[in-house]
């Protein structure tokens, strides 16, 4: 079982950075691909950034390329999404999907597992 427990979110000026974090408390025996998604105008989640379950491989939406970076820490079961040169637009929920499956989707419906969601705000 996988229980994914974000944390990090909060409320900066635009220009500032973030850095978000989502642990497996469970810390099950599976190896996960992680990605982040976030709730988007029309309420869809929509995605940001993915990481390979060896966390050699990553994929970001093209709105956030060169500004966030996805990383993971496998010995502690917890991925991060720093958020740099943060935008008013950049103010969503975020979540953390996992899968145990290989693949790299940036398809919500491919994700078993999903985090709480945490509020970042953007302030002009």
């Known amino acids: 079982q996988v229980q994914l427990v974000e944390s990090g979110g909060g409320l900066v000026q635009a220009g500032g950075s973030l850095t978000l974090s989502c642990t497996d408390s469970?810390?099950?025996?599976?190896?996960?691909?992680m990605a982040w998604f976030r709730r988007g105008p029309g309420k869809e989640r929509q995605f940001v950034a993915v990481i390979g379950q060896t966390g050699r491989g990553t994929s970001y939406t093209d709105s956030v390329k060169g500004r966030f970076t996805i990383s993971r820490d496998n010995a502690k079961n917890t991925v991060y999404l720093r958020m740099y040169n943060l935008r008013p637009e950049d103010t969503d929920v975020y979540y953390c999907?996992?899968?145990?499956?290989?693949?790299?989707?940036?398809?919500?419906?491919?994700?078993?597992?999903w985090g709480q969601g945490t509020q970042v705000t953007v302030s002009a």
């Open positions: 469970k810390h099950s025996d599976n190896t996960l691909t």
């Open positions: 999907a996992a899968t145990p499956s290989p693949i790299m989707g940036m398809v919500r419906s491919l994700y078993d597992y």
